[in-house]
């Protein structure tokens, strides 16, 4: 199992770097990130767009995990000291998440999500009854599945950018970039193209949010 992770900032490389770099020493470790010399023992894809996305850190990932052909475990960069280590030797298919949201695209976010809603609809995609998994920290399995996920999430990309900028005033991560909720698209299609997920409080030693 090899990890990946998402660094963007000198700030956030400032703070979390240290305890990336401690565990890639034991760990191989994949970072997509803009400060690449604060990330030396890891195997570093600089980050080169001129914007902030959130969206490419689950692009990086299902990438990844397509590229090497092996379960990847996924860790946001300031969860790393929280991780249980022991989710290293899963060796299932089911990828995991460490907690789930049920919401309603239509009732809980109103008019924000109807341009990605007229998207779903109009390709055939299920979105009403779909768990939402928080994409914080998860495994995912290489399956050759994995490359249809990866399509539709480019596909998908563009507009689930233009929807969630720096306009949109749903959620406080537009201060920092776009692209965000990015777990909604994840979670989605995996289940349209019936990848199999599951709970697991393997993952970290704690209740994560």
Not at 161 to 178: A, H, M, P, Q, W
Request: aromatic share 16%.
């Amino acid at each position: 199992m090899k990890t990946i992770t998402f660094s963007i900032s000198r700030e956030w490389a400032n703070l979390y770097s240290e305890s990336v770099n401690n565990y890639a020493l034991n760990f191989p470790t994949h970072i997509l990130t803009d400060t690449p010399a604060k990330f030396s023992n890891c195997i570093v894809t600089e980050y080169d767009k001129e914007y902030f996305s959130y969206y490419e850190k689950i692009l990086f990932a299902v990438k990844k995990c397509i590229e090497l052909k092996d379960t990847i475990l996924f860790l946001d960069v300031d969860s790393f000291n929280s991780l249980n280590t022991s989710i290293l030797d899963y060796t299932e298919q089911s990828a995991l998440f460490h907690r789930y949201y049920v919401t309603d695209l239509i009732t809980d976010w109103g008019n924000e999500f109807n341009p990605i809603i007229d998207y779903f609809e109009e390709n055939d995609i299920e979105y009403k009854d779909v768990k939402i998994f928080h994409e914080r920290g998860f495994v995912l399995p290489y399956t050759p599945s994995l490359s249809k996920v990866y399509d539709d999430l480019i596909k998908i990309q563009s507009l689930w950018e233009k929807t969630f900028d720096r306009e949109c005033d749903i959620l406080k991560y537009n201060k920092s970039g776009v692209g965000f909720v990015e777990g909604i698209a994840l979670s989605i299609m995996l289940t349209h193209n019936n990848i199999k997920s599951e709970i697991s409080d393997k993952i970290f030693y704690k209740p994560l949010l």
